[in-house]
């Protein structure tokens, strides 16, 4: 390909996608996937200069960080996590509206005595006094867990590694507490957790991001037209 | 910006005149083991410092600070009193860009272990630091963590909020939530309510905390219930003293001035330190007093505290230190002794001296 052209990454399966598919539809913009059902390949119609790139939306940061692509759907969590100090990397244009979900810290439910950061802060105190270390919170989310405790001043506290099933951490002993993303909250009431009254770390959706590392030069005004189309003030990168 | 060689030749030129003022130099590694860190600073180190792992040795940090590893080795093999000094650099991980956000950077520093006179100590530190600086314009800072320690315990209230309180001086705004909430200044939240009405949850017991260390903690939450608020002038005044800030030689009158009989002892000690300093001909006119300094950024200084800063707010201060009797204890398993000590950002000088 010789002409340079926006490249617009987007989840390449599922409910994201297809939602992603439908959002740029409402704006007269149609993406597709082409080929067979297992080629990542796609296509543009209704933008000029608009590339797609169908990826994994857990690689849409690191992609958009590294300026291979110049747009992304991803969740907002996820770009939190994964990209340090991440307004400086990325452009927030629009929050998409789907893909909503809760990233928040549960406690097990008999913990009666434990709604709130205070509690859990003076649950961590105890706990670390009776059994010599710090009370366990198992999450994927490393980043975005470690400033919100920090920044609310919980002491007493060490997080464990957990990419899967972490709601069972707890009632298998590796865990005392989890920090995950929850919906509707049934995987966690099945596994005997509840949510602190204030434990509410990041309320994510698919975002619609711009990179700042990517080369944007010849491609201002096609950019300025596309966030038009799409009803967006024009972005600064 | 000074480039590596010349940061170098500052800290090794720091550390010559360390060991002209007494000290012996200590030099410890580089990769130090993480556990000792992590079980001091908790999880939060693991954002400011690289962790790496070592097949026979287990996880390792690159030495974020010299402070814990000088206090390791004097808690081992170390003579009273001592001074030690050191010169090399340290590892900070950063989440953020800036100018004060190295990677890594040259530090010298000069500590003193002597049970003898602590105040005197403190001003020989300062004093030490204030002079190989005053070729530069820097506005130094004073503070001493003490007092607000000493405030939390002379409150009239139960251990159990001072024990509360006093762990999380370092970490303001839970300091704050707990001091509203013991004197009665927030309401009482509902779970909490219904909690000490006897209800419980029907759900099944999980985890590791066992039933029994729920119903300790909810004796002792019945308890604070039971318990008179703290007075709201006290509360005041805590927040006075929290925000004073003046010059040094202002301190003292304007300490007593918040009327806070608990601090007194406090206040006297740092009338011995300001006249320490002012033997060693500082001007205490010339230096910032300010009860929060070092709060939420210098965590294990327990005493007193400074700074010396540049004129530009984006550079990280040349210079810190401070009084860390309590890390001693923590690392000297049974062990302490008073300790008081600081550091200077050797590339920061260079570059700041190229400037003048």
Known sequence: ?237 | MADKAQARGQAGRLLELFLAAGAVEVTPDILQPAEALLDLYGEDIRARAYVTADPLRGEMMLRPDFTVPVVQEHMANGAEPARYAYAGEVFRRQDHRGAARAHEYFQAGFEIFDRADPEAADAEVFALFAGLLAKLTLSATIGDMGLLRAAVDGLDTLPERKAALARHIWRPKRFQHLLARYSGQVEVPKARADLLTGQRSGAPWIGLRSREEMEARIATLAADAAAAPIPTDAVAAMGKLAELRCAADQAPAALRALNIAAIEPAIARLEKRLDALATRGIDLSAITFDASHGRSTMEYYDGFVFTFTAADPALPPVASGGRYDALTRQLGQGREIPAVGGVIRAGLMSDLEAQA
């Open chain 1, 1 to 237: 390909m010789s002409e340079a052209m926006i490249k617009l990454g987007v989840p390449s399966k599922g409910r994201l996608m297809e939602k992603t598919f439908d959002w740029f539809a409402q704006a007269g913009i149609t993406l597709k996937r082409t080929g067979s059902e297992r080629e990542y390949a796609g296509a543009v119609e209704g933008a000029e200069g608009v590339q797609l790139v169908l990826l994994s939306a857990g690689e849409i940061p690191r992609e958009l960080a590294a300026g291979r692509i110049h747009l992304g759907v991803t969740g907002s969590d996820l770009v939190r996590e994964k990209l340090a100090d991440w307004e400086s990397q990325v452009a927030d244009l629009a929050p998409m509206g789907f893909g909503h979900a809760d990233l928040i810290i549960a406690v097990p439910a008999c913990w009666s005595d434990v709604d709130s950061l205070e509690d859990l802060d003076a649950a961590a105190h105890r706990f670390r006094a009776t059994h010599g270390f710090r009370l366990r919170i198992a999450t994927k989310y490393h980043r975005l867990v470690r400033e919100f405790l920090t920044r609310e001043g919980v002491a007493d506290w060490q997080l464990v590694d957990s990419q899967g099933a972490t709601e069972g951490t707890i009632a298998n002993l590796t865990a005392e507490a989890v920090a995950d993303i929850t919906s509707s909250g049934e995987t966690l009431r099945a596994n005997h957790l509840k949510i602190l009254s204030d434990g509410l770390i990041h309320q994510s959706q698919a975002t619609l991001f711009a990179s700042r590392a990517a080369d944007w030069s010849g491609q201002e005004s096609r950019l300025a037209g596309l966030a038009q189309q799409l009803g967006l003030p024009a972005p600064t990168l």
